[in-house]
């Protein structure tokens, strides 16, 4: 093997680590053996989801046009029910650092099944609660007016965060999203 010859003829010691990483790089290099694709026959698995893309998709465009429509600048992000982002938007003109405070008031509407807005005033009476959301979810999420939690039939499925629409229109583009994912859900039973 190569990569003994360069230990032996280096007369350098090398640590055990050095020597596997040597080992591996050799390898990796190697022509892979062929085989045939083992997962072709294979079914597809789908993965549970709790929100939709599409879902996704209609809250954050509505979100947007209401703000839009104010002529401002926001980030919207919706988030599944464990705080993954589904879609994020963030318009011309808005900070990066928006997405960021729009993916935590998502996260912490998701992590406390409520709004961002209770949560906070809830601080008031029962400080525990959001002090304790803030140590467990360290840097995760953002306990200010604008995220709401997404639930349908008494579970949450995820969240929405708006930032960056001054005043109260984070909140009033987070309800845009809201209003129009319910209608989309209503057209649906419809069906």
């Given at each position: 093997?190569?990569?003994?010859?360069?230990?032996?003829?280096?007369?350098?010691?090398?640590?055990?680590?050095?020597?596997?990483?040597?080992?591996?790089?050799?390898?990796?290099?190697?022509?892979?053996?062929?085989?045939?694709?083992?997962?072709?026959?294979?079914?597809?698995?789908?993965?549970?989801?709790?929100?939709?893309?599409?879902?996704?998709?209609?809250?954050?465009?509505?979100?947007?046009?209401?703000?839009?429509?104010?002529?401002g600048?926001?980030?919207?992000?919706?988030?599944?029910?464990?705080?993954?982002?589904?879609s994020m938007?963030?318009?011309?003109?808005?900070?990066?650092?928006?997405?960021?405070?729009?993916?935590?008031?998502?996260?912490?509407?998701?992590?406390?099944?409520?709004?961002?807005?209770?949560?906070?005033?809830?601080?008031?009476?029962?400080?525990?609660?959001?002090?304790?959301?803030?140590?467990?979810?360290?840097?995760?999420?953002?306990?200010?007016?604008?995220?709401?939690?997404?639930?349908?039939?008494?579970?949450?499925?995820?969240?929405?965060?708006?930032?960056?629409?001054?005043g109260?229109?984070?909140?009033?583009?987070?309800?845009?999203?809201?209003?129009?994912?319910?209608?989309?859900?209503?057209?649906?039973?419809?069906?």
């Amino acid at each position: 093997m190569c990569n003994r010859k360069l230990f032996l003829t280096t007369g350098k010691k090398l640590s055990v680590f050095a020597i596997l990483m040597i080992a591996l790089v050799a390898r990796a290099q190697e022509a892979p053996t062929p085989r045939s694709d083992v997962f072709a026959d294979r079914p597809r698995i789908d993965v549970a989801t709790s929100i939709t893309l599409e879902d996704a998709r209609t809250i954050i465009e509505a979100a947007v046009e209401l703000v839009r429509q104010e002529k401002g600048h926001a980030a919207i992000v919706v988030v599944d029910d464990n705080g993954n982002v589904v879609s994020m938007d963030r318009m011309n003109g808005t900070s990066s650092f928006f997405q960021r405070f729009a993916a935590g008031k998502a996260v912490g509407a998701v992590a406390l099944q409520a709004s961002t807005a209770e949560t906070f005033e809830a601080y008031k009476t029962n400080p525990q609660r959001f002090l304790s959301a803030l140590s467990m979810l360290q840097g995760e999420v953002l306990l200010i007016p604008g995220g709401f939690p997404l639930i349908v039939d008494g579970r949450v499925v995820g969240g929405i965060g708006s930032a960056g629409h001054r005043g109260d229109g984070d909140v009033r583009a987070a309800k845009a999203g809201l209003a129009a994912w319910e209608k989309l859900r209503q057209s649906r039973r419809k069906e």
